[in-house]
T-cell receptor, first 113, second 114 residues
Framework: GNSVTQMEGPVTLSEEAFLTINCTYT??????LFWYVQYPGEGLQLLLK?????DKGSNKGFEATYRKETTSFHLEKGSVQVSDSAVYFC????????????FGGGTRVLVKP | DTAVSQTPKYLVTQMGNDKSIKCEQN?????MYWYKQDSKKFLKIMFS???????INETVPNRFSPKSPDKAHLNLHINSLELGDSAVYFC?????????????FGPGTRLTVT
């Protein structure tokens, strides 16, 4: 079946530090890959996405590159802010599976001033 | 002009009761979903409807019954609530057929069963 594995948190950083959250996947077929963010007390928001190998998704200073050879989609940001404190979810979807999202377990990130 | 809305936001009830959660989207999407997020933040698909037709039904107890009166609404009815049903339930919608579709999520309904 399809699955997503991401690093467990919490990840605690100082402001302006570099953030990396690892994400690897297992899928039958050709998945689209996503990073969603959940701020405290809120629903999920799409942060970025990539739909084919070597695509790079980017948004709000975050980037992730679809690496088919390593089945990975690691999230990076060069300089985090306190406002980036949230739970980050890596996810995949496959059209043949009804486009349902399969999520990783989430990584809580806490950025301290 | 909320894109995906859910009611109620919070729901506290006792074991054995029956409750419903409502979801509406005003994005014109043809597909809607229910996800469950447990206390450890793990998210899992429950159901999906496309144009009022059930297309995804994961291994969810029969006590959970989704209903889609039209493509803009997807409600979730839960019978005989159990302690383990306590979770946050998220509704989402998307438009099938678009090459780079995106799922838009509602704010969630926090269900607490006592």
């Amino acid at each position: 079946g399809n699955s997503v594995t991401q690093m467990e948190g919490p990840v605690t950083l100082s402001e302006e530090a570099f953030l990396t959250i690892n994400c690897t996947y297992t899928a039958t077929g050709y998945p689209s890959l996503f990073w969603y963010v959940q701020y405290p007390g809120e629903g999920l928001q799409l942060l970025l996405k990539a739909t084919k190998a070597d695509d790079k998704g980017s948004n709000k200073g975050f980037e992730a590159t679809y690496r088919k050879e390593t089945t990975s989609f690691h999230l990076e940001k060069g300089s985090v802010q306190v406002s980036d404190s949230a739970v980050y979810f890596c996810a995949l979807s496959i059209k043949a599976a009804g486009n349902k999202l399969t999520f990783g377990g989430g990584t809580r990130v806490l950025v301290k001033p | 002009d909320t894109a995906v809305s859910q009611t109620p936001k919070y729901l506290v009830t006792q074991m054995g009761n029956d409750k419903s959660i409502k979801c509406e989207q005003n994005l014109g999407h043809d597909t809607m979903y229910w996800y469950k997020q447990d206390s450890k933040k793990f998210l899992k698909i429950m159901f999906s409807y496309n144009n009022k037709e059930l297309i995804i039904n994961e291994t969810v107890p029969n006590r959970f019954s989704p209903k889609s009166p039209d493509k803009a609404h997807l409600n979730l009815h839960i019978n005989s609530l159990e302690l383990g049903d306590s979770a946050v339930y998220f509704c989402a919608s998307s438009q099938q057929g678009l090459p780079n579709y995106e799922q838009y999520f509602g704010p969630g309904t926090r269900l607490t069963v006592t």
